[in-house]
């Protein structure tokens, strides 16, 4: 089975702070995602990122960076967290030959006060 | 359906009966197509997928059956189950150049089971 774990279910921010969020998959997929998603308007694609050290914009990348140094590890970086960045976070990964099927995490709630 | 708003479309159906779960995608280009339950603070997860040269295909307890005419999805779960209820939504994508990993979501549908 695919696992991809999300290394933290709940979070609690003040406005400002740096927010590391980190996803580990085991499958070694090349593709990892991070998306949000927020009541009424489903999942939206942050970033993606196809191989070790690269990454591309997704739909909503603005605040928001990402590192990815190994292969089975990606992470999002909130560099100064707002309010309007309270949401669910859910990482996905999926392989090269099938990019498009994509498995998720479990979510990281985040709540930045 | 798709959900406008806040409000997602909601299903309440007994115990024991057939489900069957729709989705509207938007482009006609769309090849593929997924379907992911996603249960009250849990990530989705993957049920079952289909390709556009199909029409239907079958997993346990679910089937998916694609009309390419009318852009319409459906996911049909037989025997429901109270651990069936969740919120399903469908994804699209079209493989075009280097985008082919992107899918479009739909908003959901939420399936309440009564026991």
């Known amino acids: 089975d695919v696992k991809v774990t999300q290394s933290s279910r709940y979070l609690v921010k003040r406005t400002g702070e740096k927010v590391f969020l980190e996803c580990v998959q085991d499958?070694?997929?090349?593709?990892m995602f991070w998306y949000r998603q927020d009541p009424g308007l489903g999942l939206r694609l942050i970033y993606f990122?196809?191989?070790?050290?690269?990454?591309e914009k997704g739909d909503i990348p603005e605040g928001y960076s990402v590192s990815r140094e190994k292969k089975e590890r990606f992470s999002l970086i909130l560099e100064s967290a707002s309010t309007n960045q309270t949401s669910m976070y859910l990482c996905?990964?999926?392989?090269?030959?099938?990019?498009?099927?994509?498995?998720f995490g479990p979510g990281t709630r985040l709540l930045v006060l | 359906g798709e959900s406008v708003g806040l409000h997602l479309p909601t299903l309440s159906v007994q115990e024991g009966d057939n489900s069957i779960i729709n989705c509207a995608y938007s482009?006609?280009?769309?090849?593929?197509f997924i379907w992911y339950k996603q249960e009250s603070g849990k990530g989705p997860q993957f049920i079952i997928d289909?390709?556009?040269n199909m029409d239907k295909r079958q997993g346990q307890r679910v089937t998916v059956l694609l009309n390419k005419t009318v852009k319409h999805l459906s996911l049909q779960i037989a025997a429901t189950q109270p651990g069936d209820s969740a919120v399903y939504f469908c994804?699209?994508?079209w493989g075009s150049g280097g985008s082919n990993y992107k899918l479009t979501f739909g908003k959901g549908t939420l399936l309440t089971v009564n026991p």
């Open positions: 499958m070694d997929h090349e593709n």
């Open positions: 996905a990964s999926s392989p090269m030959a099938r990019q498009e099927t994509q498995y």
């Open positions: 994804a699209e994508n």
């Open positions: 289909i390709r556009s």
């Open positions: 482009n006609s280009a769309s090849d593929y």
């Open positions: 990122s196809y191989d070790v050290k690269m990454k």
